[in-house]
């Protein structure tokens, strides 16, 4: 029999998997990283012995949960860890497992992908030593290592001041936050951040931690480049310099889409997100027969909401196979989702998107890192009359290479809105590919 599989094994995958094995069915869990946990509960090496609360600070009693449900859920799961979900297509999913190439047909399937940081390039970004803010959080809580000896933080978002802290609080020399949001704009988000006072406290406490901490934040101040010849020098604000050797940017996290767009999804424009996501009901059905979304993977909601966003989709697929479900423990995941929907808009107001990063980005910007496509050559495609992604894409390769516009495609489209005088969201959307992820050479393909 077909297996009902899940791929991601973040707190949404694994809420899903245990929802799925107390109703009597046995999922297929599937995830690339060695350990189960996903992003923010990411595991160390086994042998590493860092405690949880260094790893994970006020979310280590959370964290210490998923990972007892996991290691719990794994001996009764078909778990697949270190395995890559590179493909869809009919009723089938092509995964790598250590070099070795496998077909698995499945009966249903939830997509718990999560999401990665969103790139807005700035001169420089390509220099070793220039890191996504994910990327150097993953350094320290998975090897324990810092990106370098003198760190700078920028970008936007509630990731920045945590990873920040997380780093100075480790020991590492944290020389600046920039922070593109002004402070006027977290300040008129408090009403919509108060619904989830805890949160808000958290991200307060590790804003006044810096400070306190001597480690210099600068609000409403952008990053303009990024200095150095061999890696880092440097980065660059206004007509300020500040000398470091790592830099660590995003602005805030995008959803992983890839795999719902190979399912067949259908997606639609999300202003809150700024991104085509995969339309999902409140339940989590996609809009494709047996598919199933959960989590960041199809709209950044944070962890809480992905747990239980994991567990409606899981009973949702239930209900579908009809199996009986506890409809008040839906309800109640629905409602509680929806009040998390809330705070997310406040998030919003607080860490807005910089809407002058197009118009000031130089021609000579490098915007596609795998196919070398600078921001002019976009330009130049436009000028040429086209404005939708899939076409600039076809005329210079902007998103064409090894990420397939994981990387580039939101600020390649933030580039062709702004030359082309459109809104961002008549652009279009990159449509997934095969393969979502980077392939190494030699893998034997099954035809
Ligand atoms: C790098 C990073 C660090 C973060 N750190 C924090 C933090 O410290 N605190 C915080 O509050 N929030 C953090 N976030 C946000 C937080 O991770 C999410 O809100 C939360 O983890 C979402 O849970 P999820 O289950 O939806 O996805 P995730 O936890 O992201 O899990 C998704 C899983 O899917 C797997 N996966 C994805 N695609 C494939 C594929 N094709 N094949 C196989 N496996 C696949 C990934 O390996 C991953 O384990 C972070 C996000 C990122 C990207």
């Given at each position: 029999m077909k297996p009902?599989?899940?791929?991601?094994?973040?707190?949404?995958?694994?809420?899903?998997?245990?929802?799925?094995?107390?109703?009597?069915?046995?999922?297929?869990?599937?995830?690339?990283?060695?350990?189960g946990g996903g992003q923010i509960y990411r595991r160390q090496p086994a042998n590493f012995q860092r405690s949880a609360k260094q790893l994970y600070g006020f979310e280590a009693g959370k964290a210490e949960a998923v990972h007892r449900t996991m290691d719990e859920l794994a001996p009764l799961l078909d778990y697949r860890p270190e395995t890559l979900v590179w493909n869809a297509e009919g009723g089938r999913l092509d995964l790598l497992h250590h070099g070795r190439a496998e077909s698995l047909a499945y009966s249903r399937i939830i997509v718990a992908t999560g999401a990665t940081d969103r790139i807005l390039p700035v001169p420089g970004w390509t220099l070793p030593g220039v890191y996504s803010l994910g990327a150097a959080q993953i350094a320290l809580k998975f090897q324990g290592c810092a990106i370098g000896e003198r760190v700078a933080f920028c970008g936007s978002g509630p990731l920045l001041y945590l990873v920040a802290y997380q780093y100075a609080k480790a020991g590492a020399n944290v020389v600046a936050v920039l922070d593109s949001a002004p402070f006027s704009a977290q300040f008129r988000a408090l009403p919509a951040l108060l619904g989830q006072p805890l949160t808000l406290a958290k991200g307060l406490y590790y804003r006044a931690w810096l400070t306190a901490h001597g480690v210099p934040v600068h609000q409403g101040v952008t990053l303009k480049q990024i200095d150095?010849?061999?890696?880092?020098?440097?980065?660059?604000?206004?007509?300020?310099?500040?000398?470091?050797?790592?830099?660590?940017?995003?602005?805030?996290?995008?959803?992983?889409?890839?795999?719902?767009?190979?399912?067949?999804?259908?997606?639609?424009?999300?202003?809150?997100?700024r991104a085509w996501l995969p339309q999902r009901d409140s339940?989590?059905?996609?809009s494709a027969d047996a598919v199933y979304l959960a989590g960041d993977?199809?709209?950044?909601?944070?962890?809480?909401?992905?747990?239980?966003?994991?567990?409606?989709?899981?009973?949702?697929?239930?209900?579908?196979?009809?199996?009986?479900?506890?409809q008040r423990r839906a309800a109640w995941l629905e409602q509680q989702l929806a009040g998390i929907q809330r705070f997310r808009q406040g998030l919003e107001t607080a860490f807005p998107f910089p809407q002058q990063w197009a118009a000031e980005a130089p021609d000579a910007l490098i915007l596609c890192r795998c196919e070398e496509v600078r921001v002019g050559d976009v330009r130049a495609v436009v000028d040429e009359?086209?404005?939708?992604?899939?076409?600039?894409?076809?005329?210079?390769?902007?998103?064409?290479?090894?990420?397939?516009?994981?990387?580039?495609?939101?600020?390649?489209?933030?580039?062709?809105?702004?030359?082309?005088?459109?809104?961002?969201e008549q652009i279009g959307r990159l449509r997934g590919q095969a393969p979502i992820k980077p392939l190494p050479f030699g893998v034997q393909v099954q035809p």
């Open positions: 009902v599989v899940i791929v991601g094994a973040g707190p949404a995958g694994i809420s899903a998997a245990r929802t799925l094995l107390e109703h009597g069915i046995k999922p297929c869990l599937i995830d690339e990283s060695l350990r150095g010849e061999q890696r880092v020098s440097a980065i660059r604000w206004a007509e300020q310099s500040l000398a470091c050797d790592a830099v660590a940017f995003a602005h805030a996290l995008r959803s992983e889409t890839q795999l719902a767009d190979l399912l067949g999804c259908e997606f639609a424009w999300n202003a809150l997100n339940a989590g059905r996609s993977g199809a709209g950044i909601m944070g962890a809480e909401a992905a747990h239980m966003a994991g567990e409606r989709a899981a009973l949702a697929l239930l209900e579908d196979m009809a199996i009986t479900i506890d009359g086209h404005w939708e992604i899939n076409r600039v894409k076809a005329h210079c390769r902007v998103g064409m290479g090894r990420c397939q516009g994981r990387m580039c495609g939101l600020a390649a489209a933030e580039i062709i809105a702004e030359h082309s005088g459109r809104g961002i």
